[in-house]
């Protein structure tokens, strides 16, 4: 028997008798429940307001009402049975207080383990911690299957932006859990994944088909040029843009994983970075709120950018080193910080010939985070009554040498895995894929072929400013409260 099937039974679900649920635990309305609910065709309804379940009661229509409301009006007891439920209901949890001790995702993820092994062992506070870690493995490999199977099933599909973020975001936690648990996720389906993700995007986006975001409504946030316009339709009285550069998907999952402690709730969203995925170009278009202006601009100047982006309110720019604190931030309305530790970790990070993956690099990062003061930052803001977003400017991958140059006399703007060129007779004969960059004249953008980069043979390292998934999907936050 299921937990899933305990609750059911011990709530008697399938009652056509109305009844209302108490649930104080969280676990009836975890997705988990909702669709073992659904599989079982049972009609049921959450409430989380009293107006709204006194409406549904005498509305009649749903017989099972689920509240997180833990008082039940007496009244209402005449018009539906009552009852709680608690985790002492589920009859194989033997110390109620061990669980209890969990967070709702641990008790989720621990209950699941208990189904795979038909619930023959009892969670007690001496095993919890053996079981907790059995079952966080499990999930993993559950999580892992699952996320190469979508991955698989999109490139099937024809290809559009929509799947290159979603692919952005799905192959970004799969490669933060095959760091996070190297013994679970096969090397190799990563790297065939990470293939396929190629032969599936690459000409999309090299025949200039990402131009059509930019007719998106900035509400979708579909590139990075749009975040400010959308962060101030949100009105809120004091806002903090946090942004780290060269954070892509799987370094997001990193922090994400390092932020914990704080109990956040996000609202997560994927956009483009504006190609080349440099930071003179894509960062700029964050702050200056444009896919066009940032091409032509003699200078990059954030701190102005983000005051004229909020005219008449006080502003101000913060970069990793500065000090934070509640006397820093008085009076101010916008408050933006920039980061570079994933930037200046990924381009120091030596690499082995024929690594093909960011684990070092990895391991920098989380020792780096571990020693850094950036989690009490952010809880800083957070306390100071700050709405928070994350966002980067553009992801990064690991890029091999292929021993090519281009001119300097050619360079507009220049990166190991990106050339921007000022169009002349000259670009047809560069022996390199091109891409014009969109709305703007007279640019064209020359790349190295594959995940390769304009460096010495066989150098490896980590690079950016191509049109590969991982450095063009990059994530936007919305922490919320």
Known sequence: MTWENAIYIKLNLGDISRQIISDRTGLLFSAEF???LRSTGTSFLHCEDLSDLRQQVESGKIKTIITTLKEIPYYLSGKADIKKFTLADLQFITDVEAMNSMKLDQQIMLLNYLNATNLTQSPIKGNI??????AKRLHTKILARRIENEIETIIQH???YENIIKLGRLFGELEFLSFDHPDIIDKDHLTALRLQMDEYSYNYILSGNLKNIFYEPSSNVRSVSNILPYVKSVHKDKTALICFDCMGMAEWYLLK???????????????FSLIPSITSISRAAIFYGSNTEVFSL?????????????????CRLFREKDTLTPDSLLGLDIVSIIYNFFDDLSHSAKFPTNFENKSLYFDSVRNFLDSSSIIDQIRLLSEEGFQLFFCSDHGSVIAKGNGKKIDKYLQDKFAKRACLIEDTTLVDLLDFPKMRIPFVEGKTLVLPRGRSMFDHVNSVEISHGGIAVEEIVVPFIEVVK
Not at 257 to 271: A, K, V
């Open 257 to 271: 994983d390092y932020l914990q402690p704080l109990d956040l709730d996000y609202n997560e969203r994927n956009s």
């Open 34 to 36: 909702i669709d073992f």
């Open 298 to 314: 003699p200078y990059v100047n954030e701190a102005k950018a983000l005051q004229t982006q909020f005219p008449g309110v006080n």
């Open 158 to 160: 024809e290809v559009d």
């Open 129 to 134: 911690q053996s079981l907790l870690q059995n």
